[in-house]
């Protein structure tokens, strides 16, 4: 994911607020979903890194190839929720992730604005971060049929 003097773009005359927009939103998916959000303190990849603002800049200066599966998933999510879509898809998201990445992710997504839709497609219903309380809505497809079970 790069960081904005890398490409978010929006550098024409009259949308700095574009990019504005961008770099914040860059950051707060690395802040939310980044190394800092899920990489104990006491891990030896953090002790050489000052701050955690410093260990998301590390970690956004890779190349997508040089990162473990897990993190590549982390970046996918990232990616998909970065422009605040109306709606978003995410198939079976927690596929590769380490514990500590799904649950910084299921806080983040926990979080999100309530004009955002979300569906979790899954297999597992304790993989969705919400419950019915909550506004959850459960649609099963079984045997090439779906119905509305909450």
């Known amino acids: ?9 929006a550098a024409a005359l009259g949308e700095e607020w574009l990019h504005q927009w961008r770099d914040a939103r860059v950051r707060e998916m690395l802040e939310h979903l980044g190394p800092p959000a899920w990489m104990p303190r006491s891990s030896s990849k953090s002790e050489s890194i000052s701050s955690p603002h410093q ?16 993190e590549q998933r982390v970046v996918l999510l990232m990616r998909a929720l970065v422009a605040k879509p109306p709606v978003v898809l995410l198939d079976e998201v927690w596929s590769a992730m380490s514990e500590e990445m799904v649950l910084a992710a299921r806080r983040y997504l926990r979080g999100l604005d309530h004009d955002q839709a979300v569906v979790v497609i ?11 309380a909550e506004g959850l809505k459960i ?5 090439g049929k779906g119905e509305v079970v909450a």
Request: no cysteine; net charge negative.
């Open 1 to 9: 994911m790069p960081l904005p003097e890398d490409g978010t773009g």
């Open 122 to 132: 899954t297999h597992w219903e304790d993989e969705v971060p919400w419950s019915i």
């Open 55 to 70: 260990f998301a800049q590390e970690f956004a200066a890779k190349r997508f190839t040089e990162l473990d599966i897990g």
């Open 139 to 143: 649609f099963r497809l079984e045997e």
